[in-house]
C-alpha cells in the first residue's frame, strides 16, 4: 500500500472497490423495469401464495410505532445515515531510509494517530404491512444480509489491514456499514441522495516523520426515494435533536460546540399505504431471498412505473 496517499483516502477507496465488488458478484444479472413488470403481471393474473414465489401486496404499515429520532413524528420504518459535516484523519509516516553498501535500511510506514468526524447508519427494522385482513412481515433486514453477504467477501482483509495502520475499529465498521446500507436502500425503496465531498490535506513534520492531515467536508443536496426521503442540516448545542444525539453517543462520538450534523433520511409514516413487493416464505414473511424478484417498498404502484 502506497505510502503517500493518506489513510483517508485508501479508505475510501478500498470501500468503493468493495462496494463494486459485491455489487458485481450478486447483481451481475442487470434487472430491467421490464422483467419487473412481467414478474407483477404474472403474480397479479394468478395471485397464488406460493412458497418461494414472487408475491405482491397492497396495505398499510402499521407496526411498530417507532418515534423518527429527528422530528418524533410516528413511523413504522426509518434508514438514518448521520455524518459530521466534517472529518479528518491524521497520520504519521516514518521515512528514514539509510543504504550500507547499497543495501536499504530503516523504515517507511504509515501509523494512523486521530480520526475526528463520524459517519453511520441507523435503521428501525423490519415493520409489518396489514393487507387483505392479514398482516405481513417486510424483512427489510433480508436486503442488509444479502448484500452483507458480498462485503464479508473481503471485508475482513481490509479490516485488518485498517487495525494495524492504529484505525479503530468502530470507525471501520461504522464506514462499511454506511456503504452497504446506501446500496441495500437503493433496492429496497429507490433511495438515492448524493454525497458531495470536498477534500483537503496539510503536511507538517521533520526529516524523518511527516504528519498528515486529510479533511474531508460533507454536504447533501437532496433526498430521493419511493417512499419518504429528505435531508436535516444541524448544529450542536442550538438545534441538534435529542433522538439524534442519543444515536451519535450510541455510537461512541463526542460533539464539538457548534459541530454540524448532517442526518438524511427515508422513512414510512405509521399507517401510510405502501405496495411491497418480494418473495413470499410460505408464511407471513416477505423477503429478499431471489436476486430476480428482490424487495421494494414504494408508494406506488411498482407494475406502473
Known amino acids: 500500500m502506497a505510502s503517500d496517499i493518506s489513510g483517508l483516502y485508501i479508505f475510501g477507496f478500498i470501500l468503493l472497490l468493495i462496494v463494486g465488488l459485491f455489487a458485481y458478484s450478486y447483481l451481475n444479472k442487470r434487472i430491467t423495469a421490464d422483467k419487473r413488470k412481467q414478474l407483477i403481471k404474472v403474480f397479479r393474473a394468478s395471485p397464488k401464495f406460493a412458497k418461494d414465489a414472487p408475491i405482491l401486496v397492497q396495505g398499510q404499515a402499521q407496526a411498530p410505532d417507532v418515534l423518527l429520532p429527528t422530528t418524533g413524528e410516528h413511523v413504522a420504518y426509518y434508514g438514518l445515515f448521520v455524518l459530521s459535516k466534517e472529518t479528518a484523519v491524521t497520520d504519521t509516516r516514518s521515512n528514514v531510509r539509510l543504504r550500507i553498501d547499497g543495501i536499504p535500511l530503516g523504515t517507511d510506514r504509515t501509523h494512523i494517530d486521530?480520526?475526528?468526524?463520524?459517519?453511520?447508519?441507523?435503521?428501525?427494522?423490519?415493520?409489518?404491512?396489514?393487507?387483505?385482513?392479514?398482516?405481513?412481515?417486510?424483512?427489510?433486514?433480508?436486503?442488509?444480509?444479502?448484500?452483507?453477504?458480498?462485503?464479508?467477501?473481503?471485508?475482513?482483509?481490509?479490516?485488518?489491514?485498517?487495525?494495524?495502520?492504529?484505525?479503530?475499529?468502530?470507525v471501520i465498521d461504522d464506514n462499511l456499514n454506511f456503504k452497504l446500507a446506501e446500496q441495500a436502500l437503493t433496492t429496497l425503496c429507490g433511495f438515492n441522495a448524493p454525497i458531495l465531498e470536498e477534500r483537503s490535506r496539510r503536511f507538517s513534520g521533520s526529516f524523518t516523520k511527516t504528519k498528515t492531515t486529510g479533511r474531508t467536508t460533507f454536504s447533501v443536496v437532496s433526498a430521493k426515494s419511493r417512499i419518504d426521503a429528505r435531508v436535516h442540516q444541524f448544529l450542536s448545542g442550538y438545534n441538534l435533536p435529542q433522538g439524534v444525539q442519543d444515536l451519535i453517543t450510541k455510537h461512541g462520538h463526542v460533539l464539538a460546540e457548534k459541530e454540524e450534523v448532517i442526518v438524511i433520511e427515508t422513512f414510512i409514516p405509521l399507517n401510510r399505504e405502501v405496495f411491497v413487493f418480494g418473495t413470499f416464505d410460505g408464511d407471513r414473511n416477505i423477503a429478499f431471498t431471489d436476486s430476480t424478484v428482490q424487495l421494494s417498498v414504494s408508494y406506488t404502484d411498482p407494475g406502473q412505473e
Do not use: I, N
Not at 433480508?142 to 484505525?167: C, E, I, N, P, R
Open 114 to 170: 486521530s480520526v475526528q468526524g463520524f459517519t453511520f447508519y441507523e435503521t428501525s427494522g423490519d415493520f409489518t404491512v396489514a393487507a387483505g385482513g392479514s398482516y405481513y412481515f417486510v424483512r427489510a433486514s433480508s436486503v442488509f444480509a444479502y448484500y452483507k453477504t458480498g462485503m464479508d467477501l473481503v471485508s475482513g482483509l481490509v479490516k485488518g489491514q485498517f487495525a494495524k495502520m492504529g484505525m479503530p475499529e468502530s
